[in-house]
């Protein structure tokens, strides 16, 4: 089926040490994003890709990045993860929005199941 | 960015119909309201989606009312295994032409035997 696939599912790292997430999917979709969620809370967008174009949240650390270098694989890289970083790391995907009232809508997201991070 | 207000939480038995409200104020004109369930250790999964009036599908019925300032997602004859935490969500559109939401609190149902 197609879905969206994140690698791995559990992550740890050590304090400081560059963390890789990776996320493919198999919806041509054009649109991916990485949400961060922490227990108990929603989840917060760090940055999305429409296409190779990079929109980055205002309030996303430097400290997160992100690589998309084809449709299907996007990372979310974390240059010196701190305590604070622990958290469920999800992906989704959508088509580009598309104005249109009264119809099914082509945004959509579908999130992949995770990657929890842990950070000692 | 239109926020949402959703009740924090909810309790409701088997086989009963659960209603729960969210609060956008603030919504506008091109934005759609969705609703996510979130299972514990998993990603979001969508529900439905609608801009006005009434929405149903397979799992679940959408209300809309005519100045969109709140919206009702209507689950009938919940099971245990509806137990999760049900997202409101309205998006906005960026300078990229893409379709992005903020999400809320969340409501957590929980479904009693």
């Known amino acids: 089926d197609a879905m969206v696939i994140q690698n791995p599912r559990y992550q740890v790292t050590q304090f400081g040490k560059p963390v890789t997430l990776s996320c493919s999917q198999t919806?041509?979709?054009?649109?991916m994003y990485w949400y961060q969620q922490k227990s108990s809370q929603a989840p917060k967008l760090l940055f999305h890709y429409y296409d190779k174009d990079f929109n980055n949240e205002a309030d996303t650390p430097d400290n997160f990045q992100s690589r998309r270098p084809n449709t299907s694989f996007c990372f979310l890289d974390i240059r010196s993860p701190g305590l604070g970083d622990a958290a469920m790391y999800l992906c989704?995907?959508?088509?580009?929005?598309?104005?249109?009232?009264?119809?099914?809508?082509?945004?959509?997201?579908?999130f992949g199941p995770g990657t929890r991070l842990t950070v000692l | 960015l239109a926020k949402t207000t959703q009740p924090i939480s909810m309790d409701s038995y088997e086989g009963q119909e659960v209603n729960i409200t969210c609060s956008h104020n603030n919504i506008a004109t091109n934005d759609y309201i969705t609703w996510y369930q979130q299972f514990p250790s998993q990603g979001p999964r969508f529900i439905i989606q609608g801009y006005k009036t009434k929405v149903t599908n397979e799992v679940a019925s959408l209300f809309i009312p005519a100045d969109r300032k709140s919206s009702t997602l209507s689950l009938p004859r919940v099971s245990l295994s509806d137990t999760a935490v049900y997202y409101c969500l309205v998006g906005d559109i960026c300078a990229s032409g893409t379709y992005k939401y903020i999400f809320g609190t969340g409501t957590r149902l929980k479904v009693l035997a």
């Open positions: 919806l041509n979709h054009n649109v």
């Open positions: 989704a995907t959508s088509r580009p929005w598309t104005s249109g009232r009264d119809t099914a809508s082509t945004d959509t997201q579908y």
